[in-house]
T-cell receptor
Framework: DAKTTQPTSMDCAEGRAANLPCNHS???????VYWYRQIHSQGPQYIIH???NNETNEMASLIITEDRKSSTLILPHATLRDTAVYYC????????????FGTGTRLKVLA | GAGVSQTPSNKVTEKGKYVELRCDPI?????LYWYRQSLGQGPEFLIY????????DSGLPNDRFFAVRPEGSVSTLKIQRTERGDSAVYLC????????????FGPGTRLTVL
C-alpha cells in the first residue's frame, strides 16, 4: 500500500475554507484515496474517497491532481466542530480492503 | 440506526492476565475489522473478517492475539498474557461486504495493562 505524507498540524479560522494536503507520490493506478477524521475520543469517521476524479459530498470536496500523486481535502466553511485529526489513506482496490493510517493532520478551527 | 458498538469501553487489567474485547457490527455488514491505536498514532490494522472467516490476520502482532467471529456478526478480540505494551485503544469497524464501501468505526475499547 502506498505511503501518505501529511502536515502534522494546521489552523483555520472559523467560517473559512480548510485545505488539507496529502502527498501520495507512490500511489498505484488502482489505489483509492480515502479521507477520515477522528474527533477526540471517538472512532474515525468517513469523509470522502476518490480514484481519479474530483469528488464532492455534503461534508467536503476532494481534489486529486492529474498525476494522482497528491490530493487536497477541502472543508468549505470550517466550524469549531471540524476540529479533529484528519487522515489521508490510500488503499488497494480488491484484496482485504484494510486501511493503512498515517499520523494524520491535526486541524484546529479557531473562533 | 445503531452504529458499531464495543464493550467494555474501558478495561484495566494486570500484566499476564487474559482479556476479551467485544465488537457488535452494524446489522447486515459482512466485513469486520480490528485496529489498534496507540497514543498520538493513527489506527494500526490487526485483522479483517469477511463473514465468519479471517481473510487477513497479517496485522496481529504475535500469537498472544486472536480474534473470532463464529456467526458472522459479533466478534471478540482475545489477548493472552497481556503486556504493558498492549495498552492502547482497540477499534472495531464494519462495512458492507468490504470493497470500496466506507468503514464505520465504533468508539473503541481503551485497554490499560498495569
Amino acid at each position: 500500500d502506498a505511503k501518505t505524507t501529511q502536515p502534522t498540524s494546521m489552523d483555520c479560522a472559523e467560517g473559512r475554507a480548510a485545505n488539507l494536503p496529502c502527498n501520495h507520490s507512490t500511489i498505484s493506478g488502482n489505489e483509492y484515496v480515502y479521507w477520515y477524521r477522528q474527533i477526540h475520543s471517538q472512532g474515525p469517521q468517513y469523509i470522502i474517497h476518490g480514484l481519479k476524479n474530483n469528488e464532492t459530498n455534503e461534508m467536503a470536496s476532494l481534489i486529486i491532481t492529474e498525476d494522482r500523486k497528491s490530493s487536497t481535502l477541502i472543508l468549505p466553511h470550517a466550524t469549531l466542530r471540524d476540529t479533529a485529526v484528519y487522515y489521508c489513506i490510500v488503499r488497494v482496490a480488491g484484496g482485504t480492503y484494510k486501511y493503512i493510517f498515517g499520523t494524520g493532520t491535526r486541524l484546529k478551527v479557531l473562533a | 440506526g445503531a452504529g458499531v458498538s464495543q464493550t467494555p469501553s474501558n478495561k484495566v487489567t494486570e500484566k499476564g492476565k487474559y482479556v476479551e474485547l467485544r465488537c457488535d457490527p452494524i446489522s447486515g455488514h459482512t466485513a469486520l475489522y480490528w485496529y489498534r491505536q496507540s497514543l498520538g498514532q493513527g489506527p494500526e490494522f490487526l485483522i479483517y473478517f469477511q463473514g465468519t472467516g479471517a481473510a487477513d490476520d497479517s496485522g496481529l502482532p504475535n500469537d498472544r492475539f486472536f480474534a473470532v467471529r463464529p456467526e458472522g456478526s459479533v466478534s471478540t478480540l482475545k489477548i493472552q498474557r497481556t503486556e504493558r505494551g498492549d495498552s492502547a485503544v482497540y477499534l472495531c469497524a464494519s462495512s458492507l461486504q468490504g470493497g470500496d464501501n466506507e468503514q464505520f468505526f465504533g468508539p473503541g475499547t481503551r485497554l490499560t495493562v498495569l
